[in-house]
Nanobody
Framework: VHLVESGGDLVQAGGSLRLSCAAS????????IGWFRRTPGRARTEVGC????????EYADSVKGRFTISSDSASNTVYLQMNNLQPEDTGTYYC???????????WGQGTQVTVSS
C-alpha cells in the first residue's frame, strides 16, 4: 500500500496549484482519504477529507472556499485543488488514509508548497 503526493511548487500569492495523491495497492474509493499539511513551526494539521463511498467532503475553516478535494476512480487518485493561495498556506502537504491527524495511516512522503508574497 502506497500513497504518493505530487504537484507541489513555488507560486505567488493568489495563484493556484493542484496536488495529486496517487494510490497503489488498494482502491481509494474504499477509504476516506485526508489531506494534511505541516506549516513552518507548527504541527501537522488537517486540510480536508473525502469519502466517495458516502459522497462526503470536509475542509478546515482556513481553506474553505479556496480548496477543493476530488477523487478519480479510474486513476485511483485524489486531488487537492488550491486556489487563491496565501503565504500562510506554505508547507508540506501529505495525504493519508483517514481524516484525522492522530488516526490517519499509510502517509505519503509529502509535497512542498511554497507561496511567495
Amino acid at each position: 500500500v502506497h500513497l504518493v503526493e505530487s504537484g507541489g511548487d513555488l507560486v505567488q500569492a493568489g495563484g493556484s496549484l493542484r496536488l495529486s495523491c496517487a494510490a497503489s495497492g488498494f482502491a481509494l474509493d474504499d477509504y476516506a482519504i485526508g489531506w494534511f499539511r505541516r506549516t513552518p513551526g507548527r504541527a501537522r494539521t488537517e486540510v480536508g477529507c473525502i469519502s466517495t463511498t458516502i459522497s462526503y467532503t470536509e475542509y478546515a475553516d482556513s481553506v474553505k472556499g479556496r480548496f477543493t478535494i476530488s477523487s478519480d476512480s479510474a486513476s485511483n487518485t485524489v486531488y487537492l485543488q488550491m486556489n487563491n493561495l496565501q503565504p500562510e498556506d506554505t508547507g508540506t502537504y501529505y495525504c493519508a488514509i483517514g481524516c484525522n491527524t492522530a488516526s490517519a495511516f499509510h502517509w505519503g512522503q509529502g509535497t512542498q508548497v511554497t507561496v511567495s508574497s
